[in-house]
């Protein structure tokens, strides 16, 4: 059911914790499943991001691309990371369950919501980005979980 990838990152989790002094930390969660997910960025002057931490209370899969989205961000700039969307993150992983879609959005969102903090410490605006929610399954349609 779930690709080698998954797996590997679920088990491996990379850049598991917290940055103490992060430019920016965002935590999005799904009232739906309960699933809560933290990340943290390092930002340098430049705008590039150094590192990137994260902390899932969630299902595997939540671990997996929260694990996954840390990798994708590393070393990219804001732009770029905000190109780092859910189906980025479930291609990187290749693939996701289609019950299993909602867990990824948790890692996009949580990205954004860290470069959202990061803009309001700084003072500035992200070209693309919207405030984002911090429960995701706001105003969807109910699912089956
Ligand atoms: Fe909710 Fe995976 S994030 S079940």
Redesign the pocket.
């Known amino acids: 059911m779930y690709s080698e990838k998954v797996m590997d990152h679920f088990q491996n989790p990379r850049n598991v914790g917290e940055i103490e002094n992060a430019s920016g930390v965002g935590t999005v969660g799904?009232a739906k499943?309960g699933?809560i997910m933290r990340m943290y960025l390092d930002i340098d002057d430049d705008g590039i991001i150094q590192d990137c931490k994260f902390k899932t209370f969630?299902?595997g899969?939540?671990v997996a691309t929260s694990s996954m989205a840390t990798e994708l961000v590393k070393g990219k700039t804001i732009q770029q990371a905000l190109e780092v969307t859910n189906k980025a993150v479930m291609e990187a992983l290749d693939g996701l369950p289609p019950i299993?879609v909602?867990?990824s959005l948790?890692a996009e969102e949580a990205i954004h919501a860290a470069l959202w903090d990061y803009a309001e410490k700084h003072g500035i605006k992200i070209e693309g980005l919207e405030k984002p929610k911090s429960d995701i399954s706001e105003g969807e349609e109910d699912e089956e979980?």
């Open positions: 799904n499943c699933d969630g299902c899969a939540a299993k909602h867990c948790l979980y």
